[in-house]
């Protein structure tokens, strides 16, 4: 089964940026759609962006959309979160997860159950 990991968090000050990276193992996140989910301590987890197979298909949740962007390499089977602007609110452990399907843009993208593999996440704090 594939593995995801992510890196690439830390401390950061508000309005500063980081970039975080997810990185496969195990299997290949080519043709699926793939996103990142974020919750904080006491919260939900909660989506953030999604990026189709579909080259420039993505989406974000509002709060997010100007600041950050989400891209993937599939030569290195890595997707990435270019996260600007950074703002307190966004502190939280931040998810990777893969489709369980290829070739989906469909159907609830934006809820967990839509993702059959998870990373283990990686903290972001956002200090004000």
């Known amino acids: 089964q594939v593995q995801l990991v992510e890196s690439g968090g830390g401390l950061v000050q508000a309005g500063g940026s980081l970039r975080l990276s997810c990185a496969a193992s195990g299997g290949t996140l080519g043709n699926y759609r793939m996103a990142w989910f974020r919750q904080a301590p006491g919260k939900e987890r909660e989506f953030v962006a999604a990026?189709?197979?579909?080259?420039?298909?993505?989406l974000y949740l509002d709060s997010v959309k100007g600041r950050f962007t989400i891209s993937r390499d599939n030569a290195k089977n890595t997707v990435y979160l270019q996260m600007n602007s950074l703002k307190p609110e966004d502190t939280a452990v931040y998810y990777c997860?893969?489709?369980?399907?290829?070739?989906?843009?469909?159907?609830?993208?934006?809820?967990?159950?839509?993702?059959?593999?998870w990373g283990q996440g990686t903290q972001v704090t956002v200090s004000s």
């Open positions: 990026i189709s197979w579909k080259i420039g298909a993505t």
């Open positions: 997860a893969r489709d369980r399907r290829i070739y989906n843009w469909g159907g609830s993208y934006d809820t967990v159950s839509s993702y059959g593999s």
